[in-house]
């Protein structure tokens, strides 16, 4: 048995540059992994793979992503041996944390180990690259620059620490419809900015150039999500939508600003996270 925390990430800058040939799009984006998990454990069994999770909206058949990373390595790698994943879900659904991402490469990661099968870092990358374009990132974790589809990754290494709140409106987005409605990027370097504030400290210019080009597009059909990224700017000066939404965080170097925050409006959301 196996069992992996599994985490959640938030975007700190999403530039969509154009739409490709392929339907896809491509991206600069800066990913930040955050404290926020789910769990997966992992059994072998007889045959088959099965999925067992404690949120009935998560699909049990072939459409996980879970799923789709187990039938990968069977295929690949000619296990005959079945599989039991079960996900304990903690990250909402449909939220733009890239919960199923995450979960698809704890999979490629944790069957590496129980299976004995020797990969590196590089090799299950291009392996999850296979599965979703986050997939990649969720390998790595940390703090890293996406580019092409967002699996072209450069680690961001950086000492700069901030505390995120985190909520999700309880408002699922489809991030294929999103892509499809989305206007592209005019200027295309907030994300190449967010990263040297990284690599330069500089927590000030890493609030300037928080940016995500999916908010214009998701606001106006959502009110309700631009209201609450209105609220966290006024208190904290700074919020941003993560990937094409609906999660909304904020940041600060001082955890005592965004609990204030958090006790403000934590009842009235159900899923709200200080991390």
Not at 59 to 75: C, G, I, Q, R
Not at 111 to 126: F, G, I, M, S, V
Not at 137 to 157: D, V
Not at 207 to 230: C, G, Q, R, W
């Amino acid at each position: 048995m196996v069992r992996l925390k599994s985490y959640a990430k938030i975007n700190l800058s999403l530039d969509i540059i154009r739409k490709l040939d392929s339907g896809y799009h491509e991206i600069n984006t800066v990913l930040h992994q955050t404290g926020l998990y789910d769990i997966i454990t992992l059994r072998n069994i007889d045959k088959g793979i099965k999925i067992a999770c404690n949120n009935k909206d998560i699909p049990s058949d072939s459409s996980n992503l879970a799923y789709k990373s187990a039938n990968l390595l069977k295929k690949k790698f000619n296990i005959n041996t079945g599989i039991e994943i079960n996900i304990e879900k903690k990250i909402p659904v449909g939220a733009g944390l890239g919960g199923g991402s995450s979960n698809a490469a704890a999979v490629l990661k944790g069957l590496n180990a129980l299976w004995n099968l020797n990969l590196d870092d590089a090799q299950l990358q291009k392996l999850g690259s296979e599965i979703g374009m986050d997939v990649p990132f969720f390998i790595i974790g940390g703090t890293a620059f996406g580019s092409g589809k967002g699996e072209i990754l450069r680690k961001i290494n950086h000492n700069l620490n901030f505390n995120i709140l985190l909520v999700f409106p309880d408002i699922k987005i489809d991030t294929k419809k999103a892509y499809q409605n989305v206007v592209l990027n005019q200027n295309k370097k907030s994300s190449i900015k967010a990263e040297k504030a990284l690599l330069d400290n500089d927590f000030g210019e890493l609030i300037k150039n928080m940016h995500n080009d999916f908010e214009l597009t998701v606001f106006s059909k959502y009110p309700k999500i631009a209201e609450l990224k209105n609220f966290f700017k006024k208190n904290k000066n700074n919020a941003l939508m993560s990937g094409s939404g609906s999660s909304v965080f904020c940041l600060s170097q001082h955890k005592e600003e965004l609990k204030i925050i958090y006790n403000a409006i934590k009842n009235s959301y159900k899923k709200i996270f200080l991390l």
